[in-house]
C-alpha cells in the first residue's frame, strides 16, 4: 500500500501562488510515474503534471509556464509550484503514482485524497 498526502491548497487572489506539497509513504524511486491531477466542480479529473519516465515531465498545455513540478527524494516528496493563478485554476488537486506489477504490463495507481484550491477573481 502507498499513502500519500497532500497539502498547501487554500484561498489566494488571482495572479497569485501556491505550493502544493505531496507526502509519500515509500521511496519516490518505487514509483513509475508520479504527479498531480485535478477536478473542477462538474468537469474530469485531469493530469495537469507529471514525472513520466525519470527527469522528464508532462504538463497540460494549460498549465504550462505557469506550473512546476519537483521532487525530493530525500524527504519522498512531489511539489507543484503554482504560478499566475486563475479562476479557472480553481479545483481539487490529488497526487497520484503509479507503480509497476512485476512480469506483467499492468501498474497499480495510488491517489491521495486531494487538497482544494480555490482561486477568486
Known amino acids: 500500500q502507498v499513502q500519500l498526502v497532500e497539502s498547501g491548497g487554500g484561498l489566494v487572489q488571482a495572479g497569485g501562488s501556491l505550493r502544493l506539497s505531496c507526502a509519500a509513504s515509500r521511496r519516490l524511486s518505487t514509483f513509475n510515474s508520479m504527479g498531480w491531477y485535478r477536478q473542477a466542480p462538474g468537469k474530469q479529473r485531469e493530469s495537469v503534471a507529471e514525472f513520466v519516465a525519470g527527469d522528464i515531465t508532462n504538463y497540460a498545455d494549460s498549465v504550462k509556464g505557469r506550473f512546476t513540478i519537483s521532487r525530493d527524494n530525500a524527504k519522498n516528496t512531489i511539489d507543484l509550484q503554482i504560478e499566475s493563478l486563475k479562476p479557472e485554476d480553481t479545483a481539487v488537486y490529488y497526487c497520484?503514482?503509479?507503480?509497476?506489477?512485476?512480469?506483467?504490463?499492468?501498474?497499480?495507481?495510488?491517489w491521495g485524497k486531494g487538497t482544494p484550491v480555490t482561486v477568486s477573481s
Open positions: 497520484h503514482v503509479t507503480i509497476a506489477i512485476a512480469w506483467s504490463p499492468y501498474t497499480m495507481e495510488y
